[in-house]
């Protein structure tokens, strides 16, 4: 399949070099850069209360394109999030719904007869590149990125992309031995080496409509930036705890955190560094005057994470929510979202549209003119950002399952929010019921008080997932899991 996407791509890109004999491109197909932040919450951008330290590039497309209030994740962690913005199928059936690890390297693959998000671009005349963390398929499995993007530059693992200085990346298939960061060193900030990979891309393809993911792991534990940007925000914060890791030996760099004496200081320059590299993705854009014809969007996958030593109660990640990563209270669900398209989305707009990750494909695919047979759970949020509010449409219900912790389910229909946990060990366990429009913290559990609205959720968690037997919702499951 991979070899015969190829060639097509090849005649594809020949033909179209004999009819625009290298002239500038006069398609109608936008760009598509999709910037993905790893365990970012909803309060890590200054543009949406954080106040220890300042996002201003992102801060800026806040105000040139439109900022989405009620955004929200496939999921809680890394890889079901991944699958459900790939698939644009919520984690009740998309087919990757946990973190599932494969030795020595990679995870659970995706099916080869899922249609994913830049399948069904390249369908259309895209050319696509993925810079960052995949998580969705082990080296040479039907779900390597290679079956699904053209480029990919980057972390084939979640688990190996927990360290900013790893011994080797992926460039499409070839794995790359990083020797600057050989035994101890720190020689290779692997964020830069894919960041400038992703700049390239779009220099290379400015002529022809593409696709460009970038699933950065900023600012996923472990906690570490380059010196410089240490030094920015050394002696701004008092470090409390330090955080001792792993710092040598046969498994250093294989998962285990490496130790940061000033975690505080590290989480601030890391973002940084995040904020940095989005204002030269746009910067790119403008440089090559295609920023009008490129939609671009920077949001996270998940809720602020407290691992390595980080501390985002000290830096209020989550804002006024509940709950962070793991959780399906809205701290570990609801995600900032900004969409930059000048000329297309007017500046400044603020929009409380309820959508989610599934919610990008189709999105997408309209945008770029693609048709899919396959089924989706999103709903195109193209009227939205295009200002067309009256002909968008809406979600009757999200939801979410979670299989690690216990098991964990969710639902949003309105504005009320229902969760459930324990659910592999005690099913039958009565759910809480919150209203967010007057309480968005999920402080007070409304369910003895609205038994019909209780009933109708009860019956969604019920209804709204399919059958897949790596996460089966079943106490064999919950056995497994608890000896891990």
Sequence with gaps: ?????????????????????????????????????????????????????????????????????????????CAPS????????????????????????????????????????QESGYVTGAFGKWGLGYPGSEGDPMNHFDVFYG????????????????????????????????????????????????????????????????PHAELAAPEEDMERFRGKFEEVKPFEGMDDGPKLRTGYYQSQAEPRTAFAAMMSVFDRHVGEVVAKLEELGIAENTLVIVTSDNGPHFEGGADPD?????????????????????????????????????????????????TFAEMAGAESSAKMDGLSMLPTLLGDVENQKTHEYLYWEFHDKGGRQAVRLGNWKAVKYD????????????????????????????????????????NARTHNENFTFSLRQYDAEAKK
């Design 1 to 77: 399949m991979k070899r015969q996407r190829f060639v097509s791509k090849i005649c594809f890109f020949a033909f179209a070099s004999i009819i625009l004999l290298g002239q500038a491109r006069e398609s109608t197909q936008p760009n598509i850069v999709y910037i993905l932040a790893d365990d970012l919450g909803y309060g890590d951008l200054s543009s949406f209360g954080q106040t220890k330290f300042q996002t201003p590039e992102v801060d800026r497309l806040a105000e040139l394109g439109m900022v989405f209030t009620q955004h929200y994740s496939g999921s809680t962690v």
């Design 82 to 121: 991944r699958s459900c913005l790939m698939t644009g199928l919520h984690t009740g059936h998309t087919p990757i719904r946990g973190n599932f690890e494969i030795q020595p390297e990679g995870q659970l693959p995706m099916p080869a007869d899922v249609q994913t998000l830049p399948q069904l671009l």
């Design 155 to 218: 972390f084939n693992c979640q688990r190996l992309g927990h360290h900013y200085y790893p011994y080797h990346l992926w460039d499409n298939e070839e794995k790359v031995i990083l020797e600057g960061n050989a035994g101890t060193a720190s020689g290779e900030y692997a964020p830069e080496l894919i960041h400038q990979k992703s700049l390239e891309f779009i220099e290379k393809n400015k002529d022809v409509p593409f696709f460009c993911y970038i699933p950065t792991i900023i």
């Design 314 to 362: 000290f830096f209020d990640s989550n804002g006024v929510f509940r709950g962070k990563k793991r959780d399906l209270y809205e701290g570990g669900v609801r995600v900032p979202m900004i969409a930059y398209w000048p000329g297309k989305i007017e500046a400044g707009e603020r929009s409380d549209l309820i959508s989610a990750f599934w919610d990008m494909m189709p």
């Design 423 to 462: 659910v592999l060990k005690h099913p039958n366990r009565r759910l809480k019921l919150f209203d967010l429009s007057s309480d968005p913290s999920e402080s007070v559990n409304l369910a003895g008080s609205y038994p019909e609205v209780v009933e109708r959720m009860e019956k969604i968690m019920k």
